[in-house]
């Protein structure tokens, strides 16, 4: 079943996750899950995807064809967050520090800032950054699938070392993306 988005939902819900913290309005990250990124699912339409997810973080800092995978696949990016779509609908996203690592000609680009963003993290509070030591007992099922991949509930972790030695900490967060970079 396709669900689709509307804008006025999205702003709910992005109402709904701010929490006072002494007399100033702090906004929670918005949550990472199997089925999507915060309100929107998986399986939505391009054009409701884009417009909720422009409410919650500002106007995409790119777009484009993903041309290591084919015209078939596009994506919209969000700084840190690349949102991707086949033929049109929302199959994934991959959030990674500098957003869409492909130099591929024509595909969208982003510069690293100094601050993550948008904020986002999992329902267990796993954000890039998140030590894998954290992730384990987060994810007590998670599996490793290759060298530095691992997998629980259908989320892709990408863990990465800081510096010369065993691998530490969360550099990558992705779902249901074309390709593997």
């Known amino acids: 079943m396709k669900v689709t988005v509307p804008l006025l939902a999205a702003v709910v819900i992005a109402s709904a996750n701010a929490a006072p913290s002494r007399g100033t309005l702090q906004m929670r990250p918005t949550v990472l899950t199997p089925h999507g990124i915060g309100p929107v699912q998986r399986g939505t339409r391009k054009a409701p995807v884009v417009s909720a997810l422009t409410t919650l973080f500002g106007p995409p800092t790119g777009a484009g064809i993903n041309t290591a995978c084919g015209s078939r696949y596009t994506e919209v990016v969000w700084n840190d967050l690349?949102?991707?779509?086949?033929?049109?609908?929302?199959?994934?996203?991959?959030?990674?520090?500098?957003?869409y690592p492909l130099t591929t000609p024509g595909s969208p680009r982003n510069v690293a800032s100094p601050a993550i963003r948008p904020r986002l993290e999992t329902a267990r509070?796993?954000?890039?950054?998140?030590?894998?030591?954290?992730?384990?007992?987060?994810?007590?099922?998670?599996?490793?699938?290759?060298?530095?991949?691992?997998?629980?509930?259908?989320?892709?972790?990408?863990v990465t070392s800081r510096g010369a030695g065993a691998l530490t900490s969360v550099a990558e967060i992705k779902l249901g993306t074309c390709g593997d970079f």
């Open 82 to 99: 690349a949102v991707e779509f086949r033929a049109g609908t929302f199959t994934g996203y991959r959030y990674v520090r500098g957003g």
């Open 125 to 158: 509070g796993i954000a890039l950054g998140s030590r894998l030591s954290v992730l384990r007992v987060d994810y007590p099922r998670l599996r490793p699938v290759g060298v530095a991949q691992w997998v629980a509930g259908g989320i892709t972790f990408v």
